[in-house]
């Protein structure tokens, strides 16, 4: 899907923002692994951040 291999990484959030993600990853029927790869690759990208 994206023209790197993903590799494993760690983050902490708060339960609120765990569970927004969650629920926006299920929304779009991706996972929130995905969900943070779109977040991060729209923040250089030129049309800017991805919309669901």
Do not use: C, Y
């Amino acid at each position: 899907m994206h023209d790197q291999v993903k590799e494993r990484h760690q983050i902490v959030v708060t339960p609120t923002a765990w569970e927004n993600m969650r629920r926006e990853a299920e929304k779009r029927k991706i996972s929130i692994s995905e969900l943070i790869e779109e977040f991060a690759r729209g923040i250089n990208s030129p049309t800017g951040l991805p919309h669901p």
